[in-house]
């Protein structure tokens, strides 16, 4: 098991679990009118299709949880960031601490390495100042891990193409 970061469209289309209720045929609306209670249905799972359509995957990078997190060590100092640990002796004491001046690009980069591995969406505004700040480092630190050059090429993509992500 590991992790899979979604590249997808930010779409406008609304979610209609978001907003609405699937119909329910006990529902005093379609009590004498089972037609009705069938069209809705459909028109719900319509909505539903078109939602998922427009926020398609157009492209993934998988990755076990351990690697993704030697990928963030390797760019944290770079980027301006210390990892550190208070307890030596507890491997899950970590802390991040902002190197750097507090901006609102070094805000957006912070998330990237505070950002649940498990789940959430990144959104196109991330990944495109992670792509800007990548390009500006030098080969040797974008290929300081194994994966890490697989991961930049999917982060070019993804801000070239105006994608978010999804963490799955």
Same mark, same amino acid.
């Given at each position: 098991m590991g992790l899979n970061i /979604?590249?997808?469209?930010? /779409?406008?289309?609304? @979610?209609p679990v978001d907003v609405w209720n699937y119909p329910d045929e006990s529902d005093f609306a $379609?009590? @004498?009118d089972h037609a009705r209670f069938e069209r809705d249905c459909k028109i719900y799972d319509g909505l539903l299709e078109d939602y998922e359509t427009s926020r398609g995957e157009l492209n993934s990078f998988r990755i076990g949880y351990g690697d993704f997190f030697k990928i963030r060590v390797a760019l944290s100092k770079?980027?301006?960031?210390?990892?550190? +640990? +208070?307890?030596?002796h507890n491997p899950f004491d970590l802390?991040? %601490?902002?190197?750097?001046k /507090?901006? =609102?690009e070094a805000q957006?980069? =912070?998330d990237f390495f505070l950002h649940s591995d498990c789940d959430?969406?990144?959104? &196109?505004n991330h990944v495109k100042q992670l792509a800007r700040e990548l390009d500006e480092l030098k080969a040797s630190q974008l290929s300081a891990t194994k994966?890490?050059? %697989?991961? $930049? %090429?999917? &982060? +070019?993509? /993804?801000?070239? @193409? @105006?994608?978010?992500?999804e963490f799955e």
């Open positions: /979604s590249a997808i469209a930010n /779409s406008d289309a609304i @979610n $379609y009590r @004498n770079p980027l301006g960031f210390y990892y550190y +640990k +208070k307890d030596p802390w991040l %601490e902002m190197g750097r /507090s901006t =609102q957006l980069i =912070q959430g969406l990144f959104d &196109v994966h890490l050059p %697989e991961f $930049y %090429e999917f &982060v +070019k993509f /993804s801000a070239n @193409n @105006n994608l978010m992500w």
